[in-house]
């Protein structure tokens, strides 16, 4: 069968750590990026678990009061510049 070249944008330390992982199962990034090729068309799919993390409480929380101070601006003080907010942040004591 006929050979065709494909090129992959990823950044370096993605590049890196493939690569040495690859070495490591001795094995080429060309064959690790043709097994899985092969296996999306054989498979019709994916075949990894894709999914989105889920934020934490924390993450949640400040999701939550974000969109209150969105809905709800004149409940929290606001300040025209950051110089403003620090000094206001020094004197709360």
Do not use: G, H, W
């Amino acid at each position: 069968m006929a050979q065709t070249n494909v090129n992959i944008r990823m950044d370096e330390a993605t590049k890196v750590a493939f690569d040495k992982f690859c070495r490591e199962i001795v094995l080429s990034a060309s064959a690790a990026f043709n097994i899985f090729a092969k296996t999306v068309v054989r498979e019709q799919r994916i075949p990894v678990e894709l999914t989105t993390e889920v934020p934490n409480y924390v993450t949640l929380a400040a999701m939550e009061e974000a969109q209150d101070v969105r809905r709800n601006p004149e409940k929290y003080k606001s300040y025209d510049s950051a110089k403003e907010m620090i000094n206001d942040i020094i004197n709360e004591n």
